[in-house]
């Protein structure tokens, strides 16, 4: 596999990661405490993957501007959104995971048909000779 090819694993990896985390926060419910809001107790792992998942995820999606098309690029985090979702509807079958799980599905979907929207407004606005 090509450096790129180790990139994308590793972005969809850790944005699984990520959204699983939400679909376990989703599934755990938050408790309110005196500095705002945290998962309960048991909701270690969920935290850990939740910011750790974020972190890859975000320096591996930020690594392949460069070589791969934007609208690519955007095609990792989804894969990671549509995990949550799976994710969310097997923790379970109630209300909140039904909302969870659309939610999920939303940025699923939506983040790799706005970025090319995204792109063709910036290039609009910058003129035809700037780089997609």
């Known amino acids: 596999m090509t450096n790129t090819a180790w990139r994308v694993a590793l972005g969809v990896a850790a944005s699984s990661a990520f959204f699983w985390a939400v679909a376990g926060a989703v599934d755990m419910g938050l408790e309110r405490t005196r500095k705002g809001y945290a998962l309960p107790d048991g909701g270690e792992w969920y935290t850990f993957a939740l910011f750790a998942g974020f972190v890859v995820a975000y320096v591996s999606v930020a690594s392949l501007t460069d070589t791969a098309a ?21 923790l ?37 000779d700037a780089s997609p």
């Open 92 to 128: 379970g079958q109630q209300t909140r995971h039904w909302v969870g799980a659309a939610v999920l599905a939303l940025i699923g979907t939506g983040l790799p048909l706005l970025v090319p929207l995204r792109s063709r407004a910036r290039r609009a606005r910058w003129g035809a």
């Open 70 to 90: 934007e609208r690519h690029a955007a095609l990792v985090p989804a894969a990671g959104a549509w995990c949550g979702v799976v994710s969310c509807l097997l």
